[in-house]
Nanobody
Framework: QVHLVESGGGSVQAGGSLRLSCEAS????????MGWYRQAPGKFRELVTT???????NYADAVKGRFAISGDNAKRTVYLQMNNLNTEDTGVYYC?????????????WGQGIQVTVSS
């Protein structure tokens, strides 16, 4: 099993910044990619960003140029730097990982962390 622990959420005014972290526990599972989804009140969960173990990244159009994901493979940790936040970024942010061992793949999730942006 892989357990994901998120930290760094909170409340900020529009235009401000927050940094989220997500650490994956040590496990027999390899981590092939990690990233973040978010869910705003009354909306579906949406993909925000992903980073592979090789360092490739992708971003949702809504956050391009404002958010930056980075990773530390040795620490099995990813970071999400969120700048120039706006009220549309409010929601619960969920870390996820693409984990595998041999031919078995699965996707663990973090418990979610609240980000609130006020105008």
């Amino acid at each position: 099993q892989v357990h994901l622990v998120e930290s760094g959420g909170g409340s900020v005014q529009a235009g401000g910044s927050l940094r989220l972290s997500c650490e994956a526990s040590e496990s027999i599972f390899s981590i092939n990619a990690m990233g973040w989804y978010r869910q705003a009140p009354g909306k579906f969960r949406e993909l925000v960003t992903t980073i592979t173990s090789g360092g490739s990244t992708n971003y949702a159009d809504a956050v391009k140029g404002r958010f930056a994901i980075s990773g530390d493979n040795a620490k099995r940790t990813v970071y999400l730097q969120m700048n120039n936040l706006n009220t549309e970024d409010t929601g619960v942010y969920y870390c996820y990982a693409e984990a595998s061992t041999g031919a078995y793949h699965y996707t663990p999730w973090g418990q979610g962390i609240q980000v609130t942006v006020s105008s």
